[in-house]
């Protein structure tokens, strides 16, 4: 048996190692575990706060009964759920003001706030302004949703909550989304008001009791 030097076999395996190294770019990957590690976390924190904007959006861990909510949470988990519908849209801007909790369905709510919403980023052409305000008068609070759309004509005005009415491309809407909001809000005995100038914009207020003086399914 021929001797192999333990040198040469040393350096031909720092060679090989070496070799190896650069093929792999360790130091980049070490430089880089850090960003995927952190960018991971951020993308399960993004997850996690998707399935709970659902569920709170949902009120999944409760039953569809009448209780008292806060009608912020509701909005603020309803866009959350829209945020990527607006975004590209609107600008949003919250003006709340102090409101008490209100006996309600959150989760039915929640349907008329997406509407609303949803209806606002649609209205704007290109790059424009939604403002949710809310405040209390009397035994009724108030939400309303302010776009600085295109407007609605006169004529529509009358027609906005007949079902399946709607002034989009066939396709990109069902006109069922004011209709549903409207029996909703009259479900809850309160009112639903529009005001609009064309080429300026849209105010939908929603009006609500503070508590239902009939019972519950009536």
């Known amino acids: 048996l021929v001797a192999f030097p333990r040198d040469r076999f040393n350096a031909e395996v ?7 190294r650069e093929k792999l770019d360790i130091g980049f990957l070490k430089e880089d575990l850090g960003a995927l590690m952190n960018e991971s976390k951020d993308g399960i924190t993004r997850v996690k706060n998707i399935v709970q904007n659902l569920k709170d959006f949902s009120h999944v861990d409760t039953a569809d009964a009448w209780r008292f909510s806060n009608l912020h949470e509701g909005i603020d988990s309803t866009l959350n759920i829209v945020n990527n519908e607006i975004k590209y849209k609107a600008d949003v801007i919250k003006e709340y003001g102090d409101i008490p909790e209100v006996e309600c369905l959150s989760s039915q709510l929640n349907q008329v706030f997406m509407n609303l919403l949803v ?8 790059r424009g302004t ?3 305000r809310s405040g209390q008068q009397g035994e009724e609070v108030w939400v309303e949703v302010e776009d600085t759309g295109k407007g609605i004509p006169p004529e529509n005005m009358q027609k906005i909550f007949d079902p399946f009415f709607t002034t989009k491309p066939i396709g990109q809407g069902t006109g069922l989304g004011l209709s549903l909001s409207y029996g909703i809000i009259q479900k809850h005995h309160g009112r639903l ?8 914009g849209t105010v939908f207020r929603v009006w609500l009791p503070l508590r239902q003086s009939e019972p519950a399914g009536a």
């Open 193 to 200: 008001e529009v005001a609009s100038v064309v080429g300026k």
């Open 130 to 132: 939604i403002t949710v």
């Open 119 to 126: 209806n606002a980023s649609h209205a704007i052409e290109e």
């Open 14 to 20: 720092r060679q090989r190692l070496q070799l190896a």
